[in-house]
Structure formats: structure tokens, C-alpha cells
């Protein structure tokens, strides 16, 4: 997903955890402050979670060196939810691999949406928080306007296949276009390869992330199962190309971002 230049107030560009952040945030005034301090707690995070640095709380609970009591107390927090992921996709999104663990399937969503918290705080109503495609959006793009999102083909990443269309709300996707069979059935332990990508769209990114995740993972399962999600709605491209939504899902026609622009949000 990238950013579309539009009635913008400031925006910044962060490497970080592996991917690129963007803050978009459409208020008026000087939000150098916030955003600083919402980047500075990213690199933090990134410190504790990541599975790369072997000084971080996860590397070091993977060789047993602490406990997640000892840990930063988000760990507990994270780790908490990765349970209850885990549990309300019917064990399809797992924190688990090879009894190693790994929560970075949820970090990033959580992570987005705490930095979106981490703005409202700080005054700002109409912002998006986007992290490597995964995006929660407060309020409005301009006055009256609701934020639009471009989902792109995962086959041509040239294509616009639906444009989603809100206030307050997060988005997530995961797919097999950019980085290929990375998603396995916890259950058959092989790649998940019915499906090339799922968009969910809800309240909380936390929530969409780990269920668009867990979704792929399911196969020709996935629709069904999102159509009982209460509060979010899911949008499925099959391995063959074909497509598919939930009943209610806040889709407007493609031609409204336009042709060539890719995934993006305006």
C-alpha cells in the first residue's frame, strides 16, 4: 500500500521493523513532536520483538534466558493476544512455529494501531498509521471525505481489483504476491497456496492483521469463516484469480482511484 499525495498536513517516512512506516496526519498545526515520539516508541518496539536482534525480550524468551514476566510488560500484552488470536481463529493464526516462538504476526498490526492511539492522544482525529500495506486510518482524509483504499491484483500489481471506502478504520491484507508462500497451515504445516491474498477490513488492526493472516491459512474456508467476524468484513482473491467478499464490505468501484496507481490510500 502506498501513500497517495493529498490535502496533507505532514507526513513522515520510518524504516522500521523490517518494512516502511508512513504517518500521514491531516490536521492542521506543528505535529513534528507527536510523530517523533510515536517513532521513537516503533524502534522500541522493534528492540523487544524482534526475532533478528538477539538482545531483544523475544530472542532471548526463545532461549529460555527470561520469562515474559521479566520481559518488557508488553510482551505479556502481545503474547495475551496472540492466545486469544489464536483461539478465535480456531487455531488457524498461531504465535508457535516448530515450538519456537514467534509473535511478529500480530507486532506489526498492534504496533500500528498503538501508534494511531499514540496520535489521537496527542490531538490529532484524522490521521493514517500505514506499515508495510497494513493500515489504520482515524476520522477523515479532508473534511467530508472518507478515506479510500486501493487493493491491488496480487497477480498484477498494476490492477486495482476494489476500493475501500471509510472513517475510522483499519485494513489489512496478506498475500502471496510479495514475498510468496510465507503463510503455512498451522495444521498440515505446509503453505497456504488456495488463496493469493484476503483483505480485512474492521475496527482494530490488531484484529484484521491476525484474521487476514489466519484467513489465507484456511484456504476456501477463509469467506465464510469472515462473513461471522462481527464488525469486520473480508475481501478473498483466489489462487486462480478469481474474487470474492463478505455481505458487507465497504467496497466502491476501482475507477475512483484511477488507472496505474497500485494499492494506496487518498
Not at 520483538?49 to 500484552?77: H, K, M
Not at 504465535?95 to 490531538?123: C, F, H, N, Q, Y
Request: contains cysteine.
Amino acid at each position: 500500500m502506498t501513500a497517495h499525495l493529498g490535502q496533507r498536513q505532514a507526513v513522515h517516512v520510518e524504516q522500521c521493523m523490517g518494512t516502511v512506516f508512513s504517518i500521514d496526519i491531516r490536521d492542521p498545526g506543528d505535529w513534528s513532536k507527536a510523530i517523533g515520539d510515536v517513532v521513537n516508541w516503533l524502534h522500541e518496539m522493534d528492540g523487544v520483538f524482534s526475532t533478528y536482534r538477539p538482545d531483544s525480550d523475544i530472542s532471548r524468551l526463545r532461549r529460555s534466558e527470561n520469562t515474559p514476566q521479566q520481559a518488557a510488560p508488553v510482551v505479556a500484552e502481545v503474547l495475551d493476544l496472540c492466545v486469544l488470536m489464536q483461539r478465535e481463529t480456531g487455531g488457524y493464526f498461531t504465535a508457535l512455529w516448530s515450538g519456537a516462538l514467534d509473535p511478529t504476526g500480530l507486532v506489526k498490526g498492534w504496533a500500528i494501531e498503538r501508534a494511531s492511539e499514540m496520535l489521537r492522544r496527542a490531538g490529532s482525529d484524522n490521521h493514517a498509521v500505514n506499515g508495510g500495506g497494513d493500515i489504520q486510518l482515524a476520522g477523515e482524509a479532508a473534511p467530508g471525505e472518507a478515506w479510500r483504499i486501493g487493493v491491488i491484483d496480487p497477480m498484477d500489481r498494476t490492477r486495482v481489483l476494489t476500493v475501500v471506502s471509510g472513517r475510522d478504520l483499519a485494513v489489512a491484507t496478506s498475500g502471496r504476491g510479495e514475498r510468496g508462500d510465507h503463510v503455512f497451515d498451522p495444521f498440515t504445516r505446509k503453505p497456504a497456496t488456495a488463496l493469493s491474498s484476503v483483505t480485512v477490513v474492521g475496527p482494530s488492526l490488531t484484529c484484521a492483521d491476525a484474521y487476514a493472516t489466519a484467513a489465507l491459512a484456511m484456504g476456501p474456508a477463509a469467506l465464510g469463516w469472515l462473513e461471522g467476524c462481527a464488525g469486520y468484513e473480508g475481501y478473498v482473491v483466489a489462487a486462480e484469480g478469481s474474487v470474492a467478499a463478505t455481505s458487507c464490505f465497504p467496497a466502491v468501484s476501482a475507477s475512483s482511484v484511477g488507472p496505474d496507481r497500485g494499492r494506496q490510500v487518498e
